[in-house]
């Protein structure tokens, strides 16, 4: 799902609003970006710090709804085949319906989604139930979309191969405990967890929270594929939100001072 030196900004859908969004997001995609993780807003993003959350609380106030995004994913997709991954939680998910979401993502082009409070046990649960109401066997919670697990730094060894088992995308490597936008000392935190996760898994690993500086990126993929950058630039665009040119003030900033 993605390669070696892989950037992978994230960005919280509907902030400042829909249009802007997509123009944000083509232009990461022309900046370098391989892949970007698409926050949709949650009224509770406990996983995320003060920055994206503000972002989120901003985006709620247009009253966008999941159909909303899709349609921006096809927007994109006659554009860009740059990879997108929804990053969201459980609750919009189910209410929004499981296999809805697979069936409708995947026709508006979207690559996969990451489910930052669903654990691997609730994942399998929910599997099952999809599979006895469709009586399909026992497959994938996700049969279309790629799906991705976040993995902490004190996560047991039995939990990363857990993830590593559901996991059909890339392994999200958070590098600190706490939510996103705080710092963290990389080399400390990841070059272990990282050989821990590649004895279960081949697939790739993208390293998270915390990367905000060129060196940042260089430093996490000596060890792991990809480098997501979140808050920086949710920061950025919050800083430059009345700027008519914001899209390409992003694409300046993540060219000229972010990327190495």
């Keep these: 799902m993605i ?14 609003d829909l249009e802007m969004s997509e123009k944000i997001i083509l232009a990461l995609a022309e900046a370098g970006a391989e892949l970007i993780e698409v926050g949709i807003p ?13 972002s989120s609380h901003q985006a709620l106030s247009h009253g966008y709804l999941i159909d909303d995004y899709l349609e921006m994913v096809s ?40 489910i930052s409070d669903l654990v691997p046990g609730e994942y399998v649960r929910l599997g099952r139930i999809r599979a ?21 730094p004190n996560s047991s060894e039995e939990r990363i191969a857990e993830a590593c088992r ?22 400390d935190n990841i070059s272990g967890r990282v050989d821990l996760i590649r004895k279960h898994t081949s697939l790739p690993v993208a390293v998270g929270f915390g990367i905000r500086t060129s060196s940042d990126l260089e430093e996490v993929w000596k060890y792991a594929e990809g480098a997501i ?4 630039i949710v920061k950025f665009i919050g800083e430059n939100i009345q700027t008519p040119d914001l899209d390409q003030r992003v694409l300046s900033y993540v ?5 190495p």
């Design 3 to 16: 390669g070696k030196r892989a950037f992978i900004p994230f960005v919280t859908a509907g902030y400042p």
């Design 42 to 54: 949650f009224s509770d993003p406990v996983a995320d710090g003060p920055v994206i959350q503000e």
């Design 75 to 114: 927007r994109i997709r006659q554009k860009s085949q740059v990879g997108l991954v929804f990053m969201t939680y459980l609750n919009p998910v189910l209410q929004y319906g499981l296999k809805k979401l697979d069936d409708n993502g995947s026709a508006a082009g979207l690559d996969g989604i990451l």
């Design 132 to 152: 006895e109401k469709e009586q399909s066997g026992d497959l994938p919670l996700f049969r279309k979309l790629k799906t991705v697990f976040l993995v902490a």
């Design 166 to 187: 559901c996991v059909t995308g890339y392994i999200y490597l958070v590098s600190r405990t706490g939510v996103t936008g705080g710092k963290t000392d990389l080399a």
């Design 229 to 232: 950058v979140g808050s920086a």
């Design 255 to 259: 060219r000229d001072e972010l990327l």
